[in-house]
């Protein structure tokens, strides 16, 4: 069955250093997507990256970056020279394609506070 | 500008009384979809639907119905509300493909007493 695993409830990076934050997933699907989210306090959802099952490449978007281990499963988020606007909560998703409905599932999420 | 438009954003209600929840897309979306979000459960997908006419159950169907007669609107309905179902809840669209992401709306915060 599908499953997203954040392991890290929350985290703790000091202002202009990087910072992990981890997933894991499971699924029998050859083709599917993987997204990260933040959410800040205000409680909006933001759309970060996207990661293909096919890629070859970690995704990069400007300071974040997706470490893709396919074998592992693994899908970790890495934000390079944090800021304290990145003090929010993080969600991994993992979007199907092969089976019905296109269905998108999320991590329990990892909050993240960025310290000055 | 491209949005999902939740309604309300804030919603105190008692057991009992029912309610919906109105979402709308202006992007031509055929994907759109209802969360709930819950501390330490992350979003849990209530409903979905790939386009119009066409709505299946997510993972926590109970409770809510939903309707999809035109694309850009996605109303979630609650008959009967119940104190369980106080929480945070997303309406979200997209494409009907796997390599693309989620827009949400802004979230409507339900508290049933």
């Known amino acids: 069955a599908q499953k997203i695993t954040q392991t890290q409830p929350g985290m703790f990076v000091q202002e202009k250093e990087a910072v992990t934050l981890d997933c894991t997933y499971d699924?029998?699907?050859?083709?599917?997507?993987l997204f990260w989210y933040k959410q800040p306090s205000s409680g909006e959802m933001i759309f970060l990256i996207y990661?293909?099952?096919?890629?070859?490449q970690n995704a990069t978007e400007g300071r974040y970056s997706l470490n893709f281990q396919k074998a592992r499963k693994s899908a970790n988020l890495v934000i390079s020279a944090s800021q304290l606007g990145d003090s929010a909560m993080y969600f991994c998703?993992?979007?199907?394609?092969?089976?019905?409905?296109?269905?998108?599932?999320f991590g329990a999420g990892t909050r993240l506070f960025v310290k000055a | 500008e491209a949005q999902v438009t939740q309604n309300p954003r804030y919603l105190i209600t008692v057991t009992g009384k029912k309610l919906t929840v109105t979402c709308s897309q202006n992007?031509?979306?055929?994907?759109m979809s209802w969360y709930r979000q819950d501390p330490g459960l992350g979003l849990r997908q209530i409903y979905y639907?790939?386009?119009?006419?066409?709505?299946d159950k997510g993972d926590v169907p109970e409770g809510y119905k939903v309707s999809r007669k035109e694309k850009r609107n996605f109303p979630l309905i609650l008959e009967s509300p119940s104190p369980n179902q106080t929480s945070l809840y997303f309406c979200a669209s997209s494409p009907n493909t796997p390599t693309s992401p989620l827009h949400f709306g802004n979230g409507t915060r339900l508290t049933v007493t």
């Open positions: 639907s790939m386009n119009v006419e066409v709505t």
């Open positions: 992007m031509n979306h055929e994907y």
């Open positions: 990661q293909g099952s096919y890629d070859q």
């Open positions: 998703a993992m979007r199907e394609g092969s089976t019905g409905g296109f269905k998108t599932i």
């Open positions: 699924t029998s699907d050859p083709s599917y997507g």
